[in-house]
């Protein structure tokens, strides 16, 4: 789902619970509730924000998990003919000497006709040195 629409639905499920408890909570009529209309109305509302407040912490959750933080990476490539392609996100060179892999989302797309080749590395490729592989 894109960024946007994620967000439009964790603020719908926020509002919509609180819609929904509001309604409950003053259409219940059970014993321990207050008898007074104006009590009512506070315990409902009471009710209602703390629902859609827990609703909106997991749904904003849900929405923000699925957004580019620091360290994501994107990368689409189309390559043809001759054509050669590396694409890099983070470290490539295995063992203790290897920095730590970056948080974040890793996405590579590549698309090849012809002779072209293409070489996809979640991390640094080690010719880049250092620093430079992080541009």
Known sequence: MQRVARW????????????????????????????????????ATAFATTVAA?????????????????????QDVTASDDARVTQ???????????????????DQRARAAGRARITQVGGDDGTTGPGRGEQ
């Open 54 to 74: 827990l609703v909106g912490a997991a749904a904003g959750w849900w929405a923000q998990a699925g957004t580019e933080g620091a360290g994501a990476v994107r």
């Open 8 to 43: 439009v639905v964790a603020v719908c499920a926020g509002a919509g619970s609180f819609v929904v408890c509001l309604w409950a909570a003053r259409a219940a009529r059970l014993g321990f509730l207050p008898r007074a209309e104006a009590d009512r109305w506070v315990v």
């Open 88 to 106: 890099v996100a983070g470290d490539r060179r295995p063992g203790p000497g290897a920095p730590a892999q970056r948080p974040g989302v890793r």
